[in-house]
T-cell receptor, first 115, second 114 residues
Framework: GAGVSQTPSNKVTEKGKYVELRCDPI?????LYWYRQSLGQGPEFLIY????????DSGLPNDRFFAVRPEGSVSTLKIQRTERGDSAVYLC?????????????FGPGTRLTVL | AQSVSQHNHHVILSEAASLELGCNYS??????LFWYVQYPGQHLQLLLK??????LVKGIKGFEAEFIKSKFSFNLRKPSVQWSDTAEYFC????????????FGQGTELSVKP
């Protein structure tokens, strides 16, 4: 596809459940970022991948959050034991090279609601 | 810590009015600055960016921004807004030394009355 895609677009789950959110970046983009956007706020950085490796995971709020990118393309953000405070829009972005001096292209996001 | 501040949370204008949205960044090192826009129901899109060179940057749809290093500012401007400019606008600074992650401001919601 031409842009970054994310699935599902909406996810409703119950407190304590496990969820996976998927991001398919633009073909050829080696840098991939996850952000979280709460209502009324700007996106907040979660994790950055360069190729297959997580180069910076300093934004992950706690050890319930984990992300992988096993083949250097598609990435999955995994949230264990979800809490109501995890409700937010999760955004994925991709970029050429190492991301610096390059535009990040954003996907439409996954809206996660934890009941 | 690196941060970005947007002073206006919600701006309401009539069509043809001029627009200026404030953005201040805190980091004094390598500066890469962006303005993104999010139209209702759509994803974030890049309006313009500044990496170096001419501090007056022109973007899409008639928007421009001026980088003023002495004021740590990167304000967004448009001389005459249209109803279709109704959207949320985000200023962002790039963390150059840590893989290029973006530090966003809290956003400014712009409502343009027809």
């Amino acid at each position: 596809g031409a842009g970054v895609s994310q699935t599902p677009s909406n996810k409703v789950t119950e407190k304590g459940k496990y969820v996976e959110l998927r991001c398919d970046p633009i073909s050829g983009h080696t840098a991939l970022y996850w952000y979280r956007q709460s209502l009324g706020q700007g996106p907040e950085f979660l994790i950055y991948f360069q190729g297959t490796g997580a180069a910076d995971d300093s934004g992950l709020p706690n050890d319930r959050f984990f992300a992988v990118r096993p083949e250097g393309s598609v990435s999955t953000l995994k949230i264990q034991r979800t809490e109501r405070g995890d409700s937010a829009v999760y955004l994925c972005a991709s970029s050429l090279n190492d991301g610096r001096n390059n535009e990040q292209f954003f996907g439409p996001g996954t809206r996660l609601t934890v009941l | 810590a690196q941060s970005v501040s947007q002073h206006n949370h919600h701006v309401i204008l009539s069509e043809a009015a001029s627009l200026e949205l404030g953005c201040n960044y805190s980091y004094g090192g390598t500066v890469n600055l962006f303005w993104y826009v999010q139209y209702p129901g759509q994803h974030l899109q890049l309006l313009l960016k500044y990496f170096s060179g001419d501090p007056l940057v022109k973007g899409i749809k008639g928007f421009e921004a001026e980088f003023i290093k002495s004021k740590f500012s990167f304000n967004l401007r448009k001389p005459s807004v249209q109803w279709s400019d109704t959207a949320e606008y985000f200023c962002a600074d790039q963390n150059y030394n840590q893989g290029g992650k973006l530090i966003f401001g809290q956003g400014t919601e712009l409502s343009v009355k027809p």
